[in-house]
């Protein structure tokens, strides 16, 4: 169970570089329907573009992995509760890596946007408009199928006491803001400060819970 848990927190740590790497070489996690502006950095610099997808493409694997280690950590105090997170999780991680096959097109119509003028211009920025609208509503979604297994998680810390209560407290709210906040995007997209708040409070979450996981079993 050890070797599990600092599996575990090496995992979070790794998920939330790998976030912040990715959003260094141009990765736009709450991206607005800019294809106008982002279509000619894309063209500019083309090895950044692929750089970030490269990494958080990574990151939806690490995901996955975290999800399927914290089960093998924890998983035998409660099979139910460890069967939601794995399989929400999961699912989370799942439809982020079939949407970035969609994702990479805007690599395709970035080559070819210079070259354009008029309307031909214009449907290519309706088209990468699709693209970056597609990849928030999948985030969208993706970020609800988080919420509810990193619910399912800090309920089982406080119910078995696995980790400081405070970390499962901390966890059920960041949670159920981060769930509410990308629910209510999906019926007003423009209406983001609810998932940004709950964005910030599981990014607390994660680091700190990450850091306990890692080295508090090496104390």
Known sequence: MIIEMVLSGFLFWLDIILVFASERFGYITF???????KLPKIHDDPKKFKIGFVLILMEHFNIIALAIMLFFAFGSYS???????????????LIQIYYKKN????????????GTSGAEKNALIDAGRSILK?????????????????????????TYGVVPAIFGWFGIVASIIEGFGNGIIRVHPNFKVPAYLGGLLIFLFEAVLGGWL???PLI
Do not use: C
Request: net charge neutral; charged share 15%; proline share 2%.
């Open 103 to 114: 994702y990479w097109r805007l690599l395709n119509i970035a080559r070819q946007y210079p």
């Open 214 to 216: 890692l080295f508090s």
């Open 134 to 158: 597609t990849k928030s509503s999948s985030f969208s979604f993706a970020q609800i199928l988080f919420s509810i297994g990193t619910l399912a998680y800090s309920i089982l810390f406080i």
């Open 31 to 37: 991206n607005e329907l800019d294809s106008d502006v």
């Open 79 to 93: 099979l139910i509760l460890g069967i939601v997170w794995v399989t929400f999780r999961i699912g989370e991680g």
